[in-house]
């Protein structure tokens, strides 16, 4: 049955940029969700210590919890190899700290959409990375998975494989026991897709998942993949909400998963409107867990 992990969406301010909360605060906050997990972020502020790495897992396991995924964003479609060798190092180093905390998942991704890149050339240049990467995560026990992402806050341009079929056809370029999917649904609307279409072309090789929801404050499905899908900048049209009572169809997307076995972590990365927000979709998850798993 897969197990329940969350992440601090609504904290990462907090964590990562003025200090104003610490991990412990974190911790004990999530403590009160009954889950099973904490999902990390490399950019944390109190993880730059690798002698404080751990500490910070005893923290985590003597409330009863570990830590299963890190998430982090390495920029593998650079054109300059010595620049996508140094990212090559940092994930590398993630793989380290993942290894470190107890954990069996560290994020990757395939790196900007820098215009002059085609397609192919992308595809090619972040899966040879990720295949350099590949051998270090199996000496530390660590699975790859390559998220449907949007947009790292730090990056000038979004996602290189942030469209279905560029994200596919990366996925269908690595073929290790050690790589797999991080699915999450909400990703794909803001790249004007069908989250299931993408889930049912790639649910053989989800390994972990993100479980957010988004809704629409105007306009309609059709509006947001003609206007936005794809586009540089945040979609207006979509804000994050409580799970449940957004677009995605949770029936439909464990329904899928159930179908393929998978048994793994998800990871809840909604909550921006704070704790309550996350037990409420902490709650949801769990029924529904419990309908298509119990």
Request: negative net charge; glycine residues 8%; proline residues 4%.
């Amino acid at each position: 049955m897969p197990k329940l992990a969350a992440f601090p969406k609504a904290y990462m301010h907090a964590l990562c940029k003025d200090g104003s909360m610490t991990l412990t605060q974190w911790f004990e906050l999530a403590s009160t969700l009954s889950i099973e997990g904490l999902e990390f972020y490399a950019g944390f502020i109190e993880m730059a210590m690798e002698s404080r790495w751990p500490d910070i897992r005893r923290q985590v396991e003597s409330l009863g919890m570990t830590i299963p995924m890190m998430c982090c964003s390495p920029d593998f479609t650079h054109p300059d190899r010595d620049f996508r060798n140094k990212e090559i190092e940092k994930q590398k180093r993630w793989i380290d700290m993942t290894a470190a905390l107890g954990g069996s998942y560290c994020r990757v991704l395939s790196g900007q959409r820098r215009p002059e890149l085609t397609a192919s050339q992308g595809v090619q240049l972040a899966a040879d990375c990720i295949h350099e990467c590949i051998p270090h995560a199996v000496q530390n026990n660590v699975t790859l998975i390559l998220e449907n992402h949007y947009k790292d806050d730090f990056w000038e341009y979004p996602e290189f494989a942030q469209k279905m079929d560029v994200f596919c056809d990366l996925v269908n370029a690595i073929d290790h026991p050690s790589f797999g999917v991080n699915y999450d649904p909400s990703n794909a609307y803001i790249a004007g897709d069908d989250p299931i279409e993408l889930l049912k072309r790639v649910s053989h090789r989800v390994v972990t998942m993100h479980a957010s929801d988004r809704y629409l404050i105007e306009g309609t499905l059709e509006d947001l993949r003609r206007e936005e899908g794809g586009s540089a900048g945040y979609a207006k049209r979509l804000r994050h909400g409580e799970i449940g009572q957004g677009l995605n169809d949770y029936d439909a997307i464990f329904g899928e998963l159930r179908r393929v076995g998978f048994d793994g972590w998800i990871s809840i990365e909604d909550g921006v409107d704070g704790i309550e927000q996350l037990q409420r979709s902490v709650n949801f998850l769990k029924k529904k867990i419990q309908q298509h798993w119990g």
